[in-house]
């Protein structure tokens, strides 16, 4: 999908939903869509929200609105975070930083104890932008969810029902679905996260392989461009479920890589390990040279491939 | 559309507060982390402020339906106050520290277990509990809260010549408009096509509890250790079998009565918006005659299997719920339509003299006047009835004549034709009378439950 399209598709979507909003007087949120840059980096990506990639990053602020098109509706009011993206060769990073007085984490007997979240939603494939409501059977979603102090979930929606217990089946999902929403199988549970909360402020960065290794798992192309959703619950105020707050429709752009990585657009299946951060920082920087050249050779022995394919055929 | 419901009584007058209901269903179900607080079953004094603390009270927790022009709304959602209940308003869920009774040293005094909290393995202060009113004797502080005592000249009831209690013992009622079910955007919670049993699917439950607070009896309880919520499951595996729930078999006032009734899908709606004066009436109404052959055709059309059929018609619930009106529905303002009735206490009749060796002039014979017992009317009526007196009266005085009857036969040696009359003013026949007594008196039969095949739901239509 080209730019132009997206960014019109972005563009009325952001248009649809101020317009809902102002319906449901709710506040409008996506009067201006921000649009979020992942800035290529030649090497490792922290981990830890105090490092100092995150600081010179800057930072895209995002108001968020009450969810206010299914029940259960949130009461009106706003809530912004601030996000900053990141990649390397074989992964991707987000940093997402708010404001919260309170620290609102599960504790035993917390029956009333509601964990701060948020997450982020992309489409599955990135030449769509679905329903900004968890998606559709033509078009589903892929959620990374984030919940204090340290869960991290990926998750699926809208496809649920659009797929047969045999295609459930074969993708690693239970035969019939339990909900709209669903958590990919455990092979797909790739994110990793750390967090931080100081002085009124959370920190959080989650990282995953930019590959896609499953068909409902989202794939973060250099250079490529897709849609993304905010959302974030509030804990002391009983957010849960449906009472949350989100953004419109956003821009995520993957910088094009510098001169020498650029090449690298085939999917790659990243071999998926939780320690890959940590390792990565131990790995010198001419490994990825290497590596990266190997990558070209072999996307561009692929392309040749496949090109030949259909002239002999 | 006909549909078959599982469905108990409770009657309050045999109750004695023994708690062993509560002690059962606690070793069968909850007895694990993350439930310590949680009482499936729980027994509460009366007048109190129950468990949690003024449940009843739903401008504090937001629980059941408002009917609002001619509409039904879960309070949760027109109040836009999704808040549950805090562990302080249940309790604290402490064990002992017995351990000590063996290891302490020889000293003068006595060792002490002392309270040890089940949520942080420290010591704490109790000050709270599941049915402090009555255990830990603070009566005198909270019976003066309880919300029955609407309309109450309340200060009359709670010197101590005037005071009374009993218990109210307390599962979840397996509503017929349950608002927990309704609350659930993951459509976690369901009711069972076959006997209508509400079940919460530990799958689908992603622990947001809005069915903790739409419950308004606050008989769904949120596991912090699993992150899901659960509630009392009639014990089903036991159901299906034929066998009673364990609180029913292990209840030693035999107070207990299981069965199953038919009802018209199609009045649900009409009953649970029905005003308050007539919303125990329209309850009733719904409920059909299992011995009407029209109601077993329509029945057997909409797949309920004949043993259900057979069961409605031997059922204890038909007969004290909707043929003798004697059992009554619990808050039913909250408009859930609860299949758990309660036969009101009579509360003791009082056996005193005056000093000429006449019984005082508060009795008519023997027995006592209604509206002269203990228990004041308008406080069982909030209780049971929405406010409506005379549906407590209409059952209490059935209570009263059934016991003059046996009186008049078996202390005055009247014939049973004779005394048919007192039995006759109240709309009962000398059938009811002895099935009456072989139920509430003896105790016998006290459960009929059809066992639940897979193969005879094969024809029960889905719920809507």
């Known amino acids: 999908m080209n730019k132009g399209r997206l960014l019109a598709l972005v563009l009325l979507a952001s248009l649809a939903i101020t317009a809902g909003s102002t319906m449901l007087d709710t506040p409008l949120v996506t009067a201006q869509t921000p649009e979020l840059v992942a800035r290529f980096v030649n090497g490792s990506l922290p981990l830890d929200p105090g490092a100092k990639l995150w600081a010179d990053l800057d930072l895209v602020e995002v108001t968020l609105g009450s969810q206010s098109i299914v029940y259960p509706l949130t009461p009106t009011s706003v809530a912004t975070l601030r996000i900053a993206a990141a990649y390397n060769l074989s992964h991707v990073a987000f940093y997402i930083e708010w404001d919260d007085p309170s620290m609102d984490v599960e504790v035993p007997g917390g029956l009333d104890v509601f964990a701060d979240a948020v997450a982020m939603q992309f489409p599955v494939s990135d030449d769509s932008l679905p329903y900004i409501c968890m998606g559709t059977v033509s078009d589903p979603v892929y959620i990374v969810y984030w919940k204090a102090p340290e869960m991290v979930e990926a998750l699926v929606a809208g496809s649920g029902y659009g797929l047969s217990p045999e295609e459930r089946e074969a993708l690693g999902l239970s035969k019939t679905p339990k909900s709209p929403i669903e958590k990919l199988p455990e092979s797909e549970q790739d994110w990793i996260s750390s967090a931080t909360y100081e002085d009124g402020k959370w920190r959080l960065v989650v990282v995953r392989a930019s590959g896609s290794s499953h068909p409902l798992e989202t794939e973060f192309r250099p250079g490529g461009e897709l849609g993304i959703v905010l959302a974030r619950w509030e804990g002391s105020e009983y957010e849960r479920g449906g009472l949350k707050k989100i953004s419109g429709w956003m821009s995520l752009k993957l910088e094009e890589p510098p001169v020498g990585f650029e090449t690298v657009t085939e999917t790659t299946t990243v071999e998926k390990t939780v320690t890959v951060v940590e390792e990565l920082e131990r790995v010198p920087y001419s490994v990825f040279v290497v590596a990266g050249l190997a990558l070209i050779v072999a996307a561009a022995t692929i392309y040749v491939m496949l090109r030949r394919r259909p002239s002999s055929g | 559309m006909v549909r078959a419901q599982v469905s108990m009584v409770m009657v309050l007058d045999k109750c004695i507060g023994c708690h062993t209901c509560s002690i059962t269903c606690k070793h069968v179900w909850t007895n694990r982390e993350g439930m310590e607080y949680a009482w499936w079953n729980n027994v509460e004094t009366r007048p109190g402020v129950g468990y949690p603390v003024r449940w009843e009270d739903q401008e504090r927790y937001g629980g059941g339906w408002v009917a609002e022009n001619g509409k039904l709304r879960l309070k949760l959602e027109k109040d836009g106050n999704y808040k549950p209940p805090n562990i302080n308003d249940y309790y604290h869920p402490f064990t002992y520290d017995y351990e000590t009774l063996f290891t302490e040293e020889l000293k003068e005094e006595q060792p002490t277990a002392n309270p040890v909290s089940l949520l942080t393995g420290e010591r704490i202060d109790v000050r709270w509990g599941p049915n402090w009113d009555d255990d830990l004797a603070g009566g005198d502080v909270y019976a003066g809260m309880d919300p029955n005592w609407k309309s109450v000249e309340k200060e009359i009831y709670l010197n101590y010549k005037g005071v009374f209690m009993f218990w109210l013992p307390r599962i979840c009622n397996h509503c017929i408009n349950p608002p927990c079910l309704v609350s659930c955007p993951r459509k976690a919670v369901y009711k069972r096509e076959e006997d209508g049993i509400v079940l919460i699917d530990q799958v689908r439950c992603r622990g947001y509890r809005y069915c903790v607070t739409a419950c308004p009896y606050k008989k769904v309880y949120y596991n912090w250790k699993t992150g899901k919520s659960e509630k009392c499951i009639f014990c089903y595996p036991r159901f299906e079998t034929g066998q009673a729930p364990v609180c029913t078999e292990s209840c030693v006032g035999r107070i207990r009565y299981v069965g199953v009734v038919l009802y018209d899908e199609s009045m649900v709606e009409e009953a649970a918006k029905a005003p308050l004066e007539r919303i125990v009436e329209a309850q009733r109404d719904m409920i059909l005659d299992p011995w009407d052959p029209e109601v077993v055709r329509m029945a057997r059309e909409s797949g309920v299997p004949d043993n259900f059929i057979k069961a409605a018609r031997e059922s204890p619930v038909y007969y004290m719920f909707k043929k003798w009106e004697i059992a009554l529905p619990i808050h039913p303002e909250f408009r859930t339509l609860p299949m758990v009735v309660y036969v009101p206490p009579l509360n003791p009749v009082i056996t005193t003299l005056d000093r000429r060796g006449l019984y005082s002039a508060d009795y008519r014979d023997v027995l006592p006047i209604i509206d002269e017992l203990r228990i004041p009317i308008r406080y069982l009526a909030n209780m049971f009835a929405a406010g409506n007196e005379e549906e407590v009266r209409k059952a209490l005085r059935k209570l009263i ?22 039995l006759e003013e109240n709309g009962l026949s000398r059938e009811d009378a002895d099935l009456m007594y072989k139920w509430l008196a003896i105790g016998k039969e006290r459960w009929v439950i059809p066992t639940s095949k897979k193969e005879l739901r094969i024809g029960i239509a889905r719920r809507g």
């Open chain 2, 401 to 422: 004549a059934i016991r003059e009857y046996f009186r008049a036969v078996n202390v005055e040696g009247q014939s049973s034709i004779e005394a048919s009359r007192i």
